[in-house]
């Protein structure tokens, strides 16, 4: 009914005008023709040119609404209604809708552009939301498992009848389990602060070779505890101009994960080589190496390929890595063998 009635305003107030218009203009003509001929036009004359002129254009313009209103039905309100029906199932939550290609056949110009920008978008928020959702369910899970021990320890503690032995092992467990967990937000803080910034001003110009040195040298109680032979060959003089801060997350993790994969009596060894105008760092150790299946999946959030080690981890770190890499400009290669270890090698600009 709504339509019926803008149709018919639409021809009223556009096509009747332009009859009237047509109609006043042919009759002008007349005059003047028939002034120029020497005829005399009768009012009856007049009268019956103005009608035959005005119900043609009538009829005319009769004719151009129909086809316009049918030209809209196909090039503008089918697309429309499939782009309105899709953005209302996408509003009520449902991210796999796509709008078919179909539905812009026939249509103005830039529909199917708008709808390729739909679909476009639609894809995306249907990867973000699954990320959230997986985001959320391995949050929750990790945040279980340390707060069910921390719990159960708890609970064995009230207990008056445990010897000074099982408590203090029971208030080490405790700890142990809250700095996981505080670890575990942390990591959570740092990796949500990296994926919402892109613009990071704090790139100065510094020796990369000290910052290594550095960062390996604050695990020196870890590979001492463990007796874990330790090797470097860096390159004097290197220098880069990236954000220092952010660079120390991926030693940082990259030497936390081979001193930890690293049996007792193994080795891990550091290098830092130019290559052009790239430095490669390179951190290797003589672990339990990653399985080719397992490679592919390590720079997920949360992904942990060697579940014995889950109590030492969060699964967050070489997703950290992956993250500041990309950042910076750089790239990051993985090599490895199952029982004879693994080597990240980083790449980034350096300075000359």
Known sequence: MRRTHTVWSYFTAFFVLTAFVITSSMLLFLNYFAKAAGVTMTRDNLFSAALATFGNA???????????????????????????????????????????????????????????????????????????????????????????????????????????????????????????????????????????????????????????????????STWEKKGIEIETDIEEGVTVQSDGELLALVWNNLFSNALKFT?????????????????????????????????????EKFYQGDTSHATQGNGLGLALVKRVVDIVGGEIFVESEVGRGSAFTVKIRRER
């Open 58 to 220: 009538v009829f005319l313009a009769a004719i151009c609404t129909v086809i316009d209103v049918l030209r809209r039905k196909v090039m503008v309100d089918r697309p429309v209604r499939a782009i309105v029906e899709a953005a209302r199932r996408i509003t009520a939550g449902d991210f796999s809708v796509r709008i078919s290609k179909k539905a812009a056949a026939g249509a103005s110009e830039g529909f199917e552009e708008i709808i390729d920008c739909f679909n476009t978008m639609a894809a995306e928020l249907a990867g973000v939301e699954t990320l959230r959702t997986d985001f959320i369910a391995n949050v929750s899970h990790e945040l279980k498992t340390p707060l069910a021990v921390m719990g159960n320890y708890g609970t064995l503690l009230q207990s008056p009848e445990l010897s000074q032995v099982q408590r203090a092992e029971y208030a080490g467990a405790i700890t142990e389990q809250s700095r996981r967990l505080a670890d575990l937000i942390t990591n959570i803080l740092k990796l949500n602060r990296l994926e919402n910034q892109q613009i990071y001003p704090a790139a100065k110009r510094y020796d990369l070779g000290e910052q290594l040195a550095e960062c390996l040298l604050s695990f020196e």
């Open 263 to 299: 049996e007792a009596g193994g080795k891990v060894t550091v290098t830092l080589k130019t290559e052009g105008e790239l430095a490669a760092v390179r951190v290797a150790d003589t672990g339990c190496g990653i399985s080719k299946e397992t490679g592919k999946h390590i720079f």
